[in-house]
Structure formats: C-alpha cells, structure tokens
C-alpha cells in the first residue's frame, strides 16, 4: 500500500499538469494573439488574458503540488501506521510467547514441588511405619521382661533392681529393714542420696508401704525414692505416692530400665499405666 500510493503520485501530478498545460496553454496563446493580431481591442485585453492564463496556471499547479505532497505525508503516515501496528503485533507475540514460558516455568516448578513433597510423605510414612515396628518390638520385650520379673523371689529381683538402676560412681547399703517381704537399698551417687524400696514379687503394694517408705525416706535423710512393685500397686497408693517425691515403679518400667541399663530415666517414652 505505501509503495503503491508512493508511486502513484508524480503520475497523477504529471496527469493533472498536462490537462492544465493545454487549458491554460491554449489561453496564452489566445492571449498572445489578441496582442498580435487583436487590433486596438487585442493589444488592450491580450496582456489581461495572458496575465490571467499565468496566475492561473501557477495557482493550479501549487494546489496540485500540495495535493500531491499531503496525498505523500498521508501515505508516510499510513506505512508508519502499518510498522506500528506491525511492531505492537510482535512485541504482543514476543509477550505472549514470554508468558507462557513462564507460566510452563512455574508450572515445573509446582510439579517439581509436589514430586518432592511426595516423596517427604512417603520418606515419612516409611519413618513411621519403622519405628511403629521398633516401638512394637520394644514393647513385646518389654512385657518379656516384665513377665520374667514377676517370675523372680525378692532376691533375685533386688540384684536385678541394682544392676538396672547402678550409675558408675554409686555407693550402696542394703538390707535396712530385715522385712522378708521388701528389701530396702539406700543409693547415695555424689552429693544425692536415694532411697529404693524393693516389695516382694507375691505382693501388691498399698498405702501401708507408701506411708512406711515416706517415713524412713526422711529418716535417712534421702532427697528421693523409688518403690518398686513387680506385683502392682492399688489405685490408693498411686494416688498417694503421686503426691510425694517417690517414683513408683511397677514391673513394665523396671524391665524398660533393666533392657538398656546404667540411665537415670526410661529408655522409652511409654505410659506408664500406675500413673495414669
């Protein structure tokens, strides 16, 4: 379009020079012969036509000469137009093209995401399900254990008490109470002092014994104890002891202790069931 209308224009300035070439050319010549061969009357009004003739011929061709240079700037404008409109249309295809290339961008990265958070939960089932099975394993050992302990008579069950509990450093006195139904251990390890109270396997251990236990625990000046009853407690005494410096140990924490000895607190993180 712009070469097209670029092109036409000297060759309608050229067309529209030619028709007023030979209207007003054949004015100038009437012009020049009425001042040639007019007689008196020629000689007055050959001059006047001629004149006329040539201001009009310079009129029509200026006005064409504009005509043709605003039909130019028209055209230029219409192939500026046309870049333009051109140029905007890449740039919105480069824009478009931009944009999905981010958004396929993001979209990996939102897959990539999801991959790995999978993958986390699968890592932290797996995690899971393992240690279930560990926690499932210790706790059978544990009721093992537990078992096996409340199989033993007081004094086998004292030596196994002393070897779950014994720290490197400790200091032990025995036999405190000559009782063939407890055996009574005093632990001293640096500056603390523990009194430990091992109940017979055949019996459950009550009030009566919490009571006993508080007393000579501050007779002997100990800061803590432990009352440990393979056989159980009543819910009395739980009650009681809950509210002392004593830990009672039944026989499902003494086997925690006895299965990884040598600690000051449980291997496992169970409940005990005596202080629920």
């Known amino acids: 379009m712009k070469n097209t209308n670029l092109k036409s224009c000297p060759a309608e300035i050229e067309q529209l020079y030619s028709r007023v070439v030979i209207i007003y050319a054949g004015l100038l010549f009437l012009g020049i012969t009425l001042m040639l061969y007019g007689g008196e009357d020629g000689r007055k009004f050959g001059p006047i036509v001629l004149l006329l003739s040539i201001g009009s011929l310079i009129r029509r061709l200026t006005r064409a000469m504009w ?4 039909r130019r700037q028209a055209a230029a404008e219409a192939a500026r ?8 249309k890449e740039l919105e295809q480069h824009q478009k093209i931009q944009r999905n290339l981010e958004k396929n961008h993001r979209l990996r990265n939102t897959q990539k995401n999801r991959m790995e958070q999978a993958e986390k939960r699968r890592l932290k089932h797996v995690e899971v399900v393992a240690e279930s099975a560990s926690h499932l394993e210790r706790a059978n050992l544990i009721r093992k254990e537990a078992e096996r302990l409340q199989s033993l008579t007081l004094y086998p069950l004292v030596l196994a008490v002393k070897e779950a509990l014994e720290l490197p ?3 032990w006195k025995e036999d405190l109470s000559g009782d063939t139904w407890k055996s009574v251990l005093i632990r001293e390890h640096t500056t603390k002092r523990e009194l430990i109270v091992v109940i017979s ?3 459950q251990a009550g009030t009566h014994e919490i009571e006993e236990m508080e007393s000579l625990r501050r007779d002997e000046d100990c800061d803590r104890g432990k009352l440990i009853s393979v056989g159980g407690f009543s819910s009395r005494a739980v009650r009681q002891g809950s509210r002392l410096p004593i ?3 039944d026989a499902h924490l ?5 299965l990884t000895p040598g600690r000051e607190t449980p291997a496992t993180n169970f ?4 202080t629920q």
């Open 67 to 70: 005509a043709a240079r605003d």
């Open 81 to 88: 137009r046309e870049i333009v409109k051109s140029e905007r």
């Open 247 to 249: 830990t009672l140990m």
């Open 201 to 203: 396997p055949r019996k």
């Open 254 to 258: 003494l086997a925690d202790y006895v």
């Open 271 to 274: 409940r005990n069931p005596i």
């Open 169 to 171: 450093g400790d200091h």
